[in-house]
């Protein structure tokens, strides 16, 4: 019965608009890509999606998501292991695990299942995981699934130290302090994401594969936003960093850089890869990828493996972002990574400044707290390779103008 539920869940909906804290989602008219329109039928210029190399609306990734529909079919209506694998499932799976330098990949109908499904087989009550403190919140999910103990560690702290927030009083560590605590686990895993999505901050993965070298632990890092265009050839952080060979696990989406549909995967060591194939439970009991995804996934890595140019664009795009911004005086996190938090510190100045910039035909979206700690409000603008350099003239044009009309900063 529905009984008193409707009235507290009325409340809590209310309370939450009240706070405004309540997430409203903006229909959009058409196809994604860096120009959209809106269901009321405003035009906006798109700094807000994960769509790093401009793949998500490209006639060839949508030519070749029709042409394996055509081939292999709308769906599979199965799991992998009854019926639900084609060889266009194994070919993904093998070119993802050359694309990433692993030996095997599994794949999933979204990361966030590939997280939530890789702890649990790998780890028991007698192991450790210690994760990083801002971890994606499908890392958390999945660690919360698995019995190990759990250790949180300082957002990229690698230190020894243990100390107290200010703040809050809570007890803050560092990864090797965290190590060192879970000295009598039988195994010990560190998770982490490669790229940070609030702050576009990567792990420091050199560090992290000493300390688990040092210590005798796995690394799993989740390489969402980096898959496809961090590193020279843009198969991401662990590239980047020279980290080849030292991470165990790594997890990643097809729905950013690779096109932007749904699914991911799990690409790793072969034993991993073939226990998590018998044991791993989104893998198991959910649905087979969609062929047309799969099709389109294919070309996306070719496409990203193929050619720099898009990578080119998507770095030039955030470079001349970040420098127009710099030179009108904004603040934003440092770094050259194509997600460009602009700091503005203030809750309230962040939501209005990020709605009157989509007066000027800018979406990009505000994050207060809880997403992000309080007082560290802002607004995340996200760079695409698709975006045209006038393009992100605009947005810092419009940045300004807001800013001056809101009386803002300065
Ligand atoms: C770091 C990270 N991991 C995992 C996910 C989930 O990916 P998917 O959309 O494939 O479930 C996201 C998506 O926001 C992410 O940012």
Redesign the pocket.
């Known amino acids: 019965m529905y009984g008193n539920l409707k009235a507290e869940l009325e409340e809590r909906l209310g309370r939450m608009a009240a706070e405004g804290l309540l997430k409203e989602e903006r229909v959009i008219a058409c196809a994604q890509g860096p120009e959209i329109v809106l269901a009321d039928g405003r035009k906006a210029l798109n700094f807000c999606a994960n769509n790093y190399l401009g793949l998500s609306g490209d006639e060839r990734l949508r030519a070749a998501a029709a042409a394996a529909m055509e081939e292999w079919g709308y769906g599979l209506s199965s799991v992998r292991f009854i019926c639900g694998t084609q060889s266009i499932h194994k070919r993904l799976e093998d070119a993802l695990a050359d694309y990433l330098g692993m030996e095997g990949a599994i794949l999933f109908s979204?990361?966030?299942?590939a997280?939530g499904g890789v702890f649990e087989p790998l780890l028991d009550e007698d192991c450790a995981i210690i994760a990083d403190g801002l971890n994606?919140a499908?890392i958390i999910d999945g660690v919360r699934l698995c019995k190990a103990r759990r250790w949180i560690y300082r957002h990229a702290d690698m230190s020894d130290a243990e100390e107290a927030d200010p703040e809050t009083g809570a007890v803050q560590k560092g990864l090797e302090r965290c190590l060192k605590e879970a000295a009598g686990a039988k195994r010990r895993l560190i998770a982490t994401?490669g790229v940070f999505?609030m702050d576009g901050d990567a792990a420091d993965l050199n560090a992290i594969c000493d300390l688990a070298e040092r210590y005798d632990a796995l690394v799993m890092v989740?390489d969402?936003?980096a898959t496809g265009f961090v590193g020279p050839r843009g198969r991401g952080t662990w590239e980047d960093q020279l980290v080849a060979g030292r991470i165990d696990i790594l997890s990643t989406?097809?729905?950013k850089a690779l096109g932007g549909a749904?699914?991911?995967c799990v690409a790793g060591r072969r034993e991993i890869v073939e226990y998590l194939r018998q044991k791993s439970r989104p893998y198991l009991f959910s649905n087979s990828l969609a062929p047309a995804i799969a099709g389109g996934t294919l070309k996306a890595l070719e496409i990203a493996r193929e050619s720099s140019e898009l990578r080119r664009r998507l770095y030039a795009n955030a470079g001349r972002f970040r420098e127009g911004m710099a030179a009108a005086g904004f603040e934003l996190r440092p770094g050259s990574h194509p997600i460009c938090p602009v700091l503005l510190y203030d809750e309230k100045l962040a939501s209005s400044m990020a709605a009157e910039l989509l007066n000027e035909g800018i979406y990009a979206v505000g994050f207060s707290f809880p997403v992000v700690p309080r007082g560290m409000a802002r607004i995340r603008v996200q760079l695409s390779a698709a975006h045209a350099a006038a393009q992100v003239d605009r947005a810092v044009e419009s940045f300004a103008a807001v800013r001056r009309r809101l009386g803002a900063i300065g």
């Open positions: 979204s990361c966030f299942d997280n994606h499908s994401d999505s989740d969402s936003h989406t097809f729905g749904s699914g991911g």
